[in-house]
Antibody, heavy 120, light 108 residues
């Protein structure tokens, strides 16, 4: 059974940092791209970032480019999202999602999400 | 980026009725790159349909979808109580991947 479990969310002040983690199981981690997708309270879905299966290539939404960094650790089957210079409009539930085989941006499986609140 | 516009914003129907959700793209999307997701309150989204018309694993056949270029449709043939939820279309043909704003299917 494919499982994704996010952690690391919480309350942070504007300008602060946070590191999200997503531990996965039930599939060969090194074979799939991984993604972060967020959802602001009461709003729709927004793609945030993608890392390919090998970790060599990363992609970011313009809204987070230069502030967020995605990475992955094959030894622990975990994908990370390092978030710096956080702003109020980064407040959202952040979902980890597995990409499809040879289809980075097909979000086949999702975690339950972790809430990030940016507020003073 | 490709903008996806869903209609209607809200669909009020009774169990057993047919639901049709539209997704219009601001530019042509390959049929291999359009997906649909279902999201229930307090839950993560779930992939329903990929490549315009292929059902994801475990999705019942009352869910179907079709379309091409800029016009795509999700159909639920007979609504079951568990189908009342938000539905989002999503394209991955052109980076960045984008979602429609969502359609709420609610109980009438």
């Amino acid at each position: 059974e494919v499982q994704l479990l996010e952690s690391g969310g919480g309350l942070v002040q504007p300008g602060g940092t946070l590191r999200l983690s997503c531990a996965v199981s039930g599939f060969t981690f090194s074979s799939y791209a991984m993604n972060w997708v967020r959802q602001a309270p009461g709003k729709g879905l927004e793609w945030v970032s993608t890392i390919n299966n090998s970790g060599e290539n990363t992609y970011y939404a313009d809204s987070v480019k230069g502030r967020f960094t995605i990475s992955r650790d094959i030894s622990s089957n975990t994908v990370f999202l390092q978030m710096n210079s956080l702003r109020a409009d980064d407040t959202a539930v952040y979902y980890c999602a597995r990409g499809g085989s040879a289809a980075y941006y097909r979000f086949e499986y999702w975690g339950q999400g972790t809430l990030v609140t940016v507020s003073s | 980026e490709i903008v996806l516009t869903q209609s209607p914003g809200t669909l009020s129907l009774s169990p057993g009725e047919r639901a049709t959700v539209s997704c219009r793209a601001s530019q042509s999307v390959s049929k291999y790159y359009l997906s649909w997701y279902q999201q229930k309150p307090g839950q993560a989204p779930r992939l329903l349909i990929y490549d315009t018309s292929s059902r994801a694993t475990g999705i019942p056949d009352r869910f179907s979808a079709s379309g091409s270029e800029t016009d795509f449709t999700l159909t639920i043939s007979r609504l079951e109580p568990e189908d009342f939820a938000m539905y989002y279309c999503q394209q991955r043909g052109l980076s960045p991947p984008t979602f429609g704003q969502g359609t709420k299917v609610e109980i009438k």
